[in-house]
């Protein structure tokens, strides 16, 4: 049976910076640390999208609500970098829970992704940045479709 695929999803805001620094950082080093949760960057298995990884509107009355993918792709894109499960960097969500020491958190963190329709259990984690060279693709959400965009897919020949 061949590996599983697991994502890293983005958006086209934050595209540019990752390609030109040539990695995936760390949670902590892009949005700040939380006490008692270690930094990583996420990866879903999910082959469509991470309903977590979707933003939100916020609306002139300062409520907000979540933003459907397909609003995610019109405004702002939608990309992914992927990885096999068994790439050396990656830890399972048990592996990571078991790192914090927020307990409160941690259960946040599964009580968010239940709500979104995900299910944290199933995520893998990097503890470390990742490289761009260390996914196996980068793909941009066009017409419907995800596309890879890195590294070039080479046409048959006849």
Known sequence: MPPRL???????????????SGFLETEDETTGTIPGLPGGVWFSPRQDHEPTALKIVVLPDGSY??????EQVARVGAWRFGVHEFAPFLVTWSEFSGRCTNRDMVQGLVDAARLKGSDAMEFRVSLRRVEIVECFAVEAFVDGKWLRRWPPVQEERA
Not at 65 to 70: G, I, S, T, V, W
């Open 65 to 70: 609500r979540p933003m459907p993918f397909a």
């Open 6 to 20: 697991f994502w890293h999803y983005t958006t086209g805001q934050k595209i540019g910076p990752i390609l030109q």
